[in-house]
């Protein structure tokens, strides 16, 4: 029995693996997918750290199923005495440095990566403002939904996060209400939102890993924030340079919201202005809302960070926020009939923006004010670390 | 008491526990509580299970879902774990350094009762308006919005426990420093009592910051300060701190009490002492101490800069070395021995490689930007249950085996054993070797569902079949348990055949005085030594005479009734109170709150008090009545 379950033990590792040579897992969301420079680092480090674990592994169970084996009482018989062995020196000192050397061929790429990619020096420019060289994205966290603010460009958006491939993207990340934790795994290791201070760290996405998951990579909340905790889904949309900045000058084009086109949508358009817009706008701007930025909402790809995006959907998910995500914000704050509710929802499904209206070439003309607006952060961002 | 009455009614027993203050009774008493808990815990397990066995299931609720997680960690840590090696601890720790009970039997008594009901407390949140649901760490931010009451069970209930712990512990250090037998120095101390005082040690120095801690949350929820509120000042990352400058120290104090029950283990069923006992020894130590530096290995991801993640992680890994040597001195023990494949060896055997898995997974986390991806993944949660389970459970499970004789005077099947040891070893591995992978797939723990169309699927069925049969492995143990009680087929002296330390050369059941006359220690493996040399015979190191021991007490049991009650004050205090905080300022007002909290520490206090004006100087045993006693036993043995 004991030599079955060695078996089952071996079994294990080889599987163990074997899963691990083919990469299981998805392009949009495992870690062991890198689709970038941060993540592929991080994976090349577990890598590392798997092959010298692996050999220890396999080191101890030769020895210990060795042991075992040959000191079976059933073939030693009743009578035999075990020599009382105290201890030996040459072995102590043996499994005593063998590991140290070990660790310490994974301590050194360990400390020279925590040091390099908590490197955020350039998001800043000189006088301590955000870097308009720079690609910088202000993420705040609410329970159970995420803002992202682009300082440079003055652009607000929720739920799906657009970056730029083939280049580093800076992050400045707090939670609004409780702690949560941004994840891109995919793209590279998590960071909390704290709610005391700003944490800031950058990720990468190539281009060519972003073509291998449709440019959709999946991020998610990785710390306890409350019952919709795990519905706290939120999409990274990742396009070439060009592409992501014609975004951007689109979506800083929408100044007025967009005006609703069918006769259903206008009246939706009107009960939305009279009761949701308080807490959701619907035009770039106003980063730290109560509720998420809606400007873009037709062009998203889900609804409520984790349903497929249809206008059933989203009927459904107004009718009755609190079934779909439990202890959300949303939950009681309006009071409308089905009818209303059908025509919040056609007019959302057609804000779309515009593609090619907004100017690339203006689009970071305002970054000197975007600089001086975000300065009071980027000084906490110092103080709470990187 | 048990040795000398003959046959008691139920309630002469159930009085002689409820005011006893010897060690092996409170060892049982910890054993059950710490059973009961420790199935709750598993029930709690197996709805987890569950709930996450296909995507999108409804089983659970969200909120429900964080409730039963919340309570599964923390009464498999607080209730279940620690309360389980307390039972082996004071079973087995004085008669290995040949005492006759603890250097402070009230205080252990009090112990047991202050974590006997802080853990009611706890669980009667279940009843009383929903449990706790901001994770076993309730880290603040989400613990001071949680609505309800359900943290304050938690920080009132493990208040309560908590100082249980720190009171045992004093104990056991206290204990083991000064009432070993004339020649069992440091030097001679079986592993079990080393690894007890190290542990009892941390908890002196680990359990502090954990109270503190949750004072500081017991205020802001309940009296309206505000350590953790931002908007007002405070900072949420010291909770962090605190919680895991407690956290990780615990989870020494966990696993070196397992530690020393396999060392115990390997050197009986192999026939042969421990492999370099003193490398063992300064192994546990070292860990002990590094236990305290690298707390920060639970934060890498909070953000602390690159100065502190670096140095956490290089003190983490280097943790790694005593651990591995303790690894590789259990194997060279059994090399060379003979191995007797008993239920509790079998546990043992399996310990190495699961706990050797846990213990590498370990290390990969330590290095601090691969734990970027790790942290708050599925990843950890294999990985702690691989250390926890296959480290302190299977070090729990064998000490059950092994010690039960010593504790009941008769032995578990050991056919049953054997069935419950496969199917949890097959069910733990099922379980949590996948749950690596799913970490590493993307999938964040503490989720109460998932979505289809990720990949998680398939591994997630896995894993609640796996739990599926650790489940009934556990069936199968309390029916093992059951039988061997209802049969009670009585066991004599050193019950295993190759006993090496004291405990063993003890008549069974054990008197309970322990020791007829203090015995003399020549050595490591006291009691071997002495087989070979003496025939079994133990050398007293004093002459028959008198002796004194300490009178029964039921003030234990009021002291902490008094705490109990003290804290359904505490607890509704803030309740609808204009200055309390959101999360419970909504409540309805209880204006009983503050009278019961007066009630609940006037009878507290009122204990306290007197126990410290009535004279209590404990009772002589007389020669006589041990002369009678070693008579008694001589005539069973020659029977």
């Known amino acids: 029995m004991k030599n079955r379950w060695m078996n089952a033990k071996w079994f294990g590792l080889i599987t163990l693996l074997a899963v691990f040579a083919s990469g299981c897992g998805k392009n949009h969301l495992s870690t062991l997918k890198p689709a970038g420079e941060v993540g592929q680092e991080q994976f090349n480090l577990m890598l590392l750290s798997i092959i010298i674990m692996v050999f220890v592994v396999i080191v101890v169970s030769i020895i210990f199923t060795v042991a075992i ?26 499994w005593t440095t063998i590991p140290i050397l070990l660790l310490i061929i994974l301590a050194v790429p360990t400390i020279y990566l925590t040091f390099k990619q908590a490197d955020t020096q350039a998001m800043e420019n000189e006088e301590g403002g955000v870097n308009s060289e720079e690609t910088v994205i202000n993420v705040t966290a609410n329970q159970y939904w995420w803002e992202f603010e682009y ?73 306890l924030c409350g019952p919709s905790h795990a519905l706290m889904d939120f999409k990274v949309k990742a396009l070439p340079e060009e592409e992501y900045d014609q975004w951007l000058a689109d979506m800083k084009n929408i100044e007025e919201p ?3 086109s069918a006769e259903d949508a206008a009246e939706g358009q ?57 202890d959300n914000n949303m939950t009681g704050q309006y009071d409308l009939t089905d009818e209303e509710i059908d025509a919040v929802a056609a007019y959302l499904m057609e804000l779309k923006i515009e593609e090619g209206a907004g100017d690339v070439e203006t689009l970071r003309e305002s970054a000197e004010e975007g600089a001086e607006g975000s300065e009071e952060e980027s000084s906490e961002s110092e103080e709470g670390g990187n | 008491m048990a040795s000398t009455a003959k046959k008691q ?25 710490g059973g009961f808990f420790f199935v709750l815990g598993g029930i709690e397990a197996m709805l987890i299970r569950i709930q996450l066995a296909v995507p999108n299931n409804d089983f659970l609720s969200a909120g429900l879902f964080n409730e039963v997680i919340t309570m599964h960690g923390t009464t498999m840590i607080f209730l279940a774990a620690m309360p389980l090696l307390f039972a082996f601890m004071n079973a087995t720790v004085p008669l290995q350094i040949g005492a006759r009970d603890v250097a402070f039997p009230f205080l252990n008594a009090l112990g047991v009762w202050l974590f006997i009901f802080g853990g009611i407390f706890l669980n009667l949140s279940w009843f009383l308006g929903g449990a706790p649901d901001a994770g076993w760490t309730s880290y603040a931010s989400l613990s001071i919005a949680s609505a309800g009451h359900g943290i304050d069970f938690y920080a009132l209930g493990l208040q309560i426990t908590g100082a249980g712990t720190l009171i045992s512990g004093i104990n056991f250090v206290t204990t083991i420093i000064n009432m070993r037998a004339p020649g069992m120095t440091y030097m001679r101390m079986p592993l079990m009592t080393w690894t007890t005082l190290v542990a009892s040690v941390l908890i002196v120095f680990a359990f502090p910051p954990l ?90 991801t909070v953000g602390l800069g690159p100065t502190a993640n670096a ?22 023990t059994v090399w060379g021995g003979s191995i007797e494949f008993t239920t509790p060896m079998l546990y043992a055997l399996a310990f190495i490689p699961s706990f050797t898995m846990g213990g590498v997974t370990g290390v990969m986390q330590a290095a601090a930007p691969a734990d970027y991806q790790y942290h708050d993944s599925y990843f950890i949660v294999a990985h702690f249950h691989y250390v926890i389970v296959g480290g302190v459970v299977f070090g729990l499970l064998a000490g059950l085996h092994y010690y039960w004789p010593l504790m009941f005077g008769n032995m578990l099947s050991e056919k049953l054993g054997k069935i419950t040891f496969v199917l949890f070893v097959i069910g733990f591995h099922t379980t949590f070797l996948i749950q690596h992978f799913l970490g590493l797939w993307g999938m964040p723990r503490r989720v109460f569902t998932y979505l289809d169309g990720q990949g998680y699927n398939t591994a997630n069925i896995v894993s609640s079949i796996g739990a599926l049969l650790m489940a009934i492995a556990v069936i199968i143990l309390v029916i093992n348990i059951i039988m061997t009680l209802a049969k009670n087929q009585r066991v004599g002296r050193d019950p295993w055949g190759d006993g090496r330390t004291l405990e063993w050369s003890l008549p069974l059941p054990v008197p309970y005085y322990n020791f007829a006359q203090t015995p003399l220690v020549r050595g490591l493996d006291a009691y071997w030594i002495e087989k070979k040399a003496n025939n079994g015979k133990m050398m007293p190191a004093e002459s028959l005479e008198d002796f004194h021991m300490p009178n029964n007490s039921f003030i234990p049991f009021v002291l902490s009734f008094g705490l109990f009650v003290a804290a359904f004050g505490a607890l509704y205090f803030a309740s609808g109170k204009e200055w309390a905080i959101d999360a419970v300022a909504d409540l309805p007002q209880h204006p009983w709150a503050l009278w019961v909290l007066i009630l609940g520490l006037a009878i507290t206090f009122g204990s306290m008090i007197t126990r410290s004006l009535k004279d209590d100087l404990g009772y002589y045993v007389t020669k006589e009545e041990v002369l009678r006693d070693l008579e008694e036993e001589e005539q069973r043995r020659e029977n």
Not at chain 1, 69 to 94: C, Q, Y
Not at chain 2, 10 to 29: C, F, M
């Open chain 1, 270 to 326: 009107e009960i939305f202005n009279n009761s949701c817009i308080g807490c959701h706008a619907v035009t770039p701007t106003g980063a730290e809302a109560q509720g998420p930025n809606l400007t873009n909402f037709g062009d998203r790809d889900l609804i409520a960070g984790y349903m497929e995006h249809n206008e059933e959907n989203l009927v459904n998910w107004i009718k009755d926020p609190e079934s779909y995500k439990p």
């Open chain 2, 311 to 332: 140095i956490f992680a290089v003190a983490t890994m280097a943790i790694a070395v005593p651990t591995g040597i303790k690894i590789f001195n259990w194997v060279a």
């Open chain 1, 258 to 260: 967009v005006q609703a």
């Open chain 1, 151 to 223: 300082p440079n460009e003055g652009v607000v958006t929720s739920q799906e996060l657009v970056v730029p491939t083939d280049k580093k993207v800076y992050f400045n990340l707090k939670g609004a209400d409780v702690k949560h934790s941004f994840w891109v795994p995919a793209a590279g290791g998590k960071l909390d939102t704290n709610v005391d201070g700003i944490n800031s760290f950058y990720l990468e996405f190539n281009d060519e890993d972003a073509q291998n998951s449709n440019r959709l990579f999946y991020g998610k909340c990785a710390e």
């Open chain 1, 69 to 94: 084996v040959k000191s079976r009482r059933k073939n030693l018989g009743e009578d035999f005495e075990p020599r009382d062995v105290a201890g030996n020196h040459t072995l102590e000192i043996i």
């Open chain 2, 211 to 300: 109270t503190i801690g949750i004072f500081l949350l017991m205020f802001d929820r309940m009296f309206g300060s505000s350590f953790f509120l931002v908007e007002t000042g405070g900072n949420t990352i010291i909770w962090e701190h605190l919680f895991w400058i407690f956290g990780h120290p615990e989870v020494y104090i966990l696993i070196l009490p397992a530690f020393g029950i396999f060392s115990e283990i390997f050197s009986t069923f192999s026939r042969k002492r421990l492999f370099g006992y003193s490398a063992m020894v300064f192994a546990t130590v070292l860990i002990g101490f590094f236990g305290f530096m690298v707390w920060a290995h639970h934060m890498f």
């Open chain 2, 9 to 33: 009614g139920v309630g002469s027993v159930l009085w002689d526990y409820l005011t006893t203050v010897d060690h092996k009774k409170i060892a049982i008493l910890y054993l059950i509580a």
